[in-house]
Nanobody
Framework: QVQLVESGGGLVQAGGSLRLSCAAS??????MGWYRQAPGKQRELVAT???????DYADSVKGRFIISRDNAKNTAYLQMNRLKPEDTAVYYC??????????WGQGTQVTVSS
């Protein structure tokens, strides 16, 4: 079975850093990414990375967050720096097969305090 297991969420003070991990199993994904959803808001793209290492970021996190992946371990990471209270959300790991087949992790809570 295909699974994405996230870890690394928690409570951090504004300006601090946190690293999220997403361990994938059962498949190698063409692309992996991180999305987030805050209460009362739509889920939004944070960052994506292809198997070849090409990355894209939301404007709101550009320059602060770094997405990476270790293909040997089939794991994606999201290094979050200079965190802001606006970054508070549930963060979801995504894995994409082909063009239309998506898998999702269970989500991990990130809370940034003032």
């Amino acid at each position: 079975q295909v699974q994405l297991v996230e870890s690394g969420g928690g409570l951090v003070q504004a300006g601090g850093s946190l690293r999220l991990s997403c361990a994938a199993s059962g498949s190698v994904f063409n692309a992996m990414g991180w999305y987030r959803q805050a209460p009362g808001k739509q889920r939004e793209l944070v960052a994506t990375i292809t198997s070849g290492g090409s990355t894209d970021y939301a404007d709101s996190v550009k320059g602060r967050f770094i997405i990476s992946r270790d293909n040997a371990k089939n794991t994606a990471y999201l290094q979050m720096n200079r965190l802001k209270p606006e970054d508070t959300a549930v963060y979801y790991c995504n894995g994409k097969l082909l063009k239309w087949l998506d898998y999702w992790g269970q989500g991990t809570q990130v809370t940034v305090s003032s």
